[in-house]
């Protein structure tokens, strides 16, 4: 099993900024992909960023340029930056781990006008 706690959600204005935050707990080994997604109020849960070890980032269309994604062992983070009214959600902490996903009880994100 692993657990994974997030940090970093709060209420900011247009175009601020905000990190947050992702440990992983348990058994971390063999995890190889990282990463975020978001869900808006009355919106399906979409990719945000991901990061997956010998392969890369990948960044959903909406948030490339603004968004950076980062890991450091069992912890991953993600840099907002420019931060639009659109982008408010609640954010989700993911892994991969052999096929098994896992998820955080996300942190919310409110961008005000």
């Known amino acids: 099993q692993v657990q994974l706690v997030e940090s970093g959600g709060g209420v900011v204005q247009a175009g601020g900024s905000l990190r947050l935050s992702c440990e992983a707990f348990?058994?971390?080994?063999?995890?190889?992909?990282m990463g975020w997604y978001r869900q808006a109020p009355g919106k399906e849960r979409e990719l945000v960023a991901t990061d997956e070890r010998g392969a890369g980032t990948t960044y959903a269309d909406s948030v490339k340029g603004r968004f950076t994604i980062s890991r450091d062992n069992a912890k991953v983070f993600l840099q907002m930056n420019s931060l639009k009214p659109e982008d408010t959600a609640v954010y989700f902490c993911?892994?991969?781990?052999?096929?098994?996903?896992?998820w955080g009880k996300g942190t919310l994100v409110t961008v005000s006008s």
């Open positions: 348990g058994r971390i080994l063999g995890i190889n992909v």
């Open positions: 993911t892994v991969a781990k052999y096929g098994m996903n896992y």
